[in-house]
């Protein structure tokens, strides 16, 4: 699998530092984690065992969506979870459908469990989706909303739509929630998705992106009982661990941290905007802060990048050979990385 982030192989084989690194290619809030968390976690006893039910943790998202504890289920990062779904809900050949170009590991936990992958393009009108659904029949839905890398959504009036059409189908969908905290102008702290009683759906989310976690791994799963019990018996016992826990508890414990600084990451989303347009590069940017640019050969660019100490994600791995996704980080290194952009295009004309 390819993902952003710095490959500190990679660095090492090309003689590159990665403490000298901007890193662009991750989807983070560049303004975290928050200080409660760095305070809570210097106290963390390393020398016990963490909780193996996350009990602290699930009585804190409980509150938080609204649900009883046995909805939820904790994991090292979604992406375990991906894993645990596709394990526990897939039997060798069954179909799931993933809406492309998005997150990788979703085609790749479906096969690994020996199902079947089919692909739909994220669709313009639900009315699309809904008929790939009914014509394939999957037993898992997967859709990335927010989508990654596109930053498309799915309006909340359609979600329930989408949900029936599952239930119709006895399709299962699977809505990751992972960057919902980063919409512009709405409330970072609520899922409007909490509003509406949707019982054929499971919903990923992450603390890594919004609170910029990445390090300690941390995802919760928000479904049916029934479903959390069924995928629950595949995790491994320890799963999360002790940092991670604490980390997590602080994090939604801070009620100011996502309000003060998802606007920042907008204004540095919307300078790059401005920049790189006025570098004459075609952006695509949705309903996300990140972005995609058009740099002609993606992995070029990105290696080009790399060696003036800028890391971008080439979007090869999505389909999108052309190019290359990044996320905002602070003004000062956002300032850099035109500056960077601007010279690579200036040599590149010589």
Not at 247 to 258: C, G, K, N, P
Not at 294 to 307: D, E, I
Request: aromatic share 6%; with cysteine.
């Amino acid at each position: 699998m390819i993902h952003g982030a710095l490959d500190h192989a990679e660095l090492a084989t090309l003689g590159l530092q990665s403490d000298s690194m901007c890193d662009f290619s991750s989807n983070i809030n560049p303004f975290g984690p928050p200080e409660s968390v760095r305070t809570a976690v210097a106290n963390v006893d390393l020398a016990s065992y963490p909780d193996r039910s996350c009990y602290q943790i699930r009585l804190a998202l409980a509150e938080h969506h609204c649900c009883d504890p046995a909805h939820l289920l904790v994991g090292n990062g979604s992406n375990e979870l991906i894993h645990l779904i596709a394990r526990a809900l897939l039997n060798p050949g069954n179909t799931a459908l993933v809406v492309e170009p998005t997150f990788g590991e979703y085609a790749h936990a479906t096969r690994l469990a020996g199902g079947m992958v089919v692909s739909q393009s994220f669709p313009d009108h639900i009315e699309t989706l809904c008929k790939a659904i009914k014509r394939y029949q999957p037993r898992l839905v997967w859709v990335c909303m927010p989508n990654n890398p596109t930053g498309q959504t799915v309006p909340m009036e359609e979600v329930a739509a989408l949900a029936e059409v599952c239930t119709m189908c006895d399709s299962l969908l699977v809505l990751d929630r992972t960057y919902h905290a980063f919409a512009r102008d709405a409330d970072p702290l609520h899922d409007p998705l909490d509003q509406l009683a949707l019982p054929q759906v499971l919903r990923l989310h992450s603390l890594t992106k919004s609170y910029a976690l990445a390090g300690v791994r941390l995802g919760y799963l928000h479904a049916e009982p029934a479903l959390i019990k069924r995928i629950g018996v595949y995790q491994p016992t320890w799963s999360v661990n002790s940092i991670a826990q604490v980390a997590a508890i602080a994090a939604l414990a801070d009620q100011t941290f996502l309000h003060d600084t998802i606007p920042l990451v907008w204004q540095g989303s919307d300078y790059i905007v401005k920049e790189m347009t006025n570098l004459a590069l075609p952006i695509v940017r949705n309903d996300m802060p990140f972005m995609l640019v058009k740099a002609g050969n993606g992995a070029q660019v990105r290696m080009s990048l790399l060696q003036r100490g800028f890391a971008v994600r080439d979007c090869a791995s999505f389909g999108l050979p052309e190019y290359v996704r990044i996320a905002p980080q602070c003004p000062e290194n956002n300032q850099r990385l035109i500056g960077a952009w601007q010279a690579l295009l200036t040599y590149s004309e010589k």
